[in-house]
């Protein structure tokens, strides 16, 4: 929040006055408040320790419940106990009370209300002048509450009461507050009458100080709005008279400095121009090199992936070639050999596939191949690799299979493709697989397991094509099938 000059010199001078003023009636006032409060406590408390004088603890015992009202004993203590409230109009109430086991009682209340406390009845309240009560006279020094209402009370022991009974009276707090609101009101007014002094001591100070600088606030205004050549004329005795003779010699400065930095600024102006028409040129040919660069980087990145592709896809078939699938096998060994899980080769041939390409061409084969490939794909679980592995030769490896799980793949390989019906120069053209599967012992090289899977795929042409042949688990093979 902007404040003036004129506001913070009054806020100042008035906050000064106030926190004198202030700090000497809060003084006297808690003063008063304090000194009211012991005398009422001091009240409270002889008046206790005189009741407790006239009350003997000894007459009390057979007083233990409701039922005890009867007794004459309590009807008279009961008498006294209102007279004596009587005698004090500043009373509310009168109580005796017990103190058995840690807990306190009531044993005649002297209110004449259908709320009035029976024999008997336990106080849950433990106030520390209450506890103190039954041993010296004590007073509240603040006003509580209970069930009864909020009161300020003062306690003393019975005389022959050995620290058990005690006479409590309440004063209502009604009663403490009017005490208490004569003391405020006095200190409410010396504070409004202090209050008003101040504003009215800080606004001729401020109003005096502040007026030459209201002046020379006009004049700054003035030099602001392009009239420069205009002097501030003040004759104030103090250091505003040395301030406005500062900003006399200021504004004379100001006006040569500002010639000088028009020039200037024509100057850098046209620095700015040639220098934005450079920088946008060089930016234009920036740009179209960078585009040739992307360009370049782009194609080199695809002819490279094209390369890639090339060295590990068949052409034809889209499968993997040989290449791709040695290093799958290399990369298998290896895992097969961390992690002692078992995995299966299963090499597949067309059977007289040569027929296809006499009949009806070499055009016919390859379409030929190239739907079969897509059967095995189809057929072949995700975690399964093929690859064309030559001619019409397609090799499966099947990871984490052991040669049971192996023959099942093959088996529903062969029906695959033993199901399909193919378009072929206009005819229709069913083709067969014929199958050898091996399983690869850990540790066994795949040149050995590649042969053992070429050997059962002989003997599958031989016994008639269109068939699945396991090859002999031999060595660790065996072990590890066992």
């Known amino acids: 929040m902007r404040l ?70 309590y009807k008279r203590y009961l008498t006294l106990l209102r007279n004596l409230r009587a ?88 009663e403490v507050q009017r005490k208490l609101y004569t003391v405020r009101t006095a200190g409410a007014v010396s504070l409004a009458a202090s209050v008003l002094l101040a504003i009215m001591f800080s606004r001729t100070l401020s109003s005096r100080v502040t007026k030459p600088v209201r002046m020379l606030i006009a004049r700054c205004r003035a030099i602001a709005e392009g009239d420069p050549d205009e002097q501030v004329r003040i004759r104030s005795g103090d250091e505003l008279e040395e301030l406005v003779d500062a900003f006399n010699t200021m504004s004379r400065k100001l006006m040569e400095s500002r010639a000088q930095a028009q020039e200037a600024q024509r100057s850098l102006e046209h620095a700015r121009d040639l220098l934005e028409l450079r920088v946008a040129e060089r930016t234009r040919d920036l740009m179209q090199a960078n585009e040739r660069l992307l360009h370049e980087v782009s194609e080199r990145a695809r002819a490279e992936e094209q390369l890639a592709l090339a060295a590990r896809a068949d052409p034809l078939t889209g499968l ?117 599967v091996a399983r690869c012992a850990t540790g066994q090289p795949f040149n050995e397991c590649i042969k053992a899977a070429d050997s059962a795929l002989y003997r599958a042409k031989v016994k008639g094509r269109n068939r699945v042949v396991a090859a002999p688990c031999s060595g660790s093979a065996a072990k590890a099938a066992a």
């Open 4 to 73: 003036s000059i004129r506001s913070k010199l009054f806020l100042t001078h008035l906050l000064a006055v106030l926190l004198v003023s202030g700090s000497v009636g809060s003084y006297f006032y808690w003063t008063a408040v304090h000194s009211l409060t012991e005398n009422i406590q001091a009240r409270l408390e002889s008046t206790a320790a005189l009741s407790g004088q006239l009350l003997d603890a000894k007459e009390l015992d057979s007083i233990r419940s409701a039922e005890d009202r009867s007794q004459p004993v």
């Open 87 to 174: 005698t004090n109009p500043d009373i509310a109430f009168l109580y005796i009370m017990r103190l058995e086991g840690g807990r306190i009682f009531f044993v005649i209340d002297s209110d004449e209300s259908d709320e009035q406390a029976s024999p008997g009845l336990e106080y849950f309240e433990r106030m520390p002048a209450l506890v103190r009560g039954f041993q010296r006279p004590s007073a509240d020094e603040q006003v509580y509450s209970d069930d009864w209402g909020a009161f300020m009370s003062g306690y003393a022991p019975l005389r022959n009461g050995n620290g058990a009974y005690l006479v409590g009276l309440d004063m209502r707090a009604e």
């Open 320 to 436: 993997m070639n040989r290449r791709a699938m040695l290093e799958q096998l290399e990369y298998q060994s290896a895992r097969a050999q961390r992690s002692g899980t078992p995995c299966s080769l299963i090499l597949a041939d067309l059977d007289y596939f040569k027929s296809i390409n006499d009949t009806h061409g070499h055009d016919a084969g390859d379409q030929a191949l190239v739907e079969i490939a897509g059967q095995l794909k189809q057929d072949l679980r995700a975690q399964d690799l093929v690859a064309r592995w030559g001619g019409e030769e397609f090799l499966v490896l099947l990871p984490d299979t052991d040669l049971e799980g192996g023959l099942v793949v093959a088996e529903d390989l062969r029906e695959g493709v033993a199901a399909r019906t193919l378009s072929i120069g206009g005819e229709s053209v069913r083709l067969t697989l014929s199958l050898g």
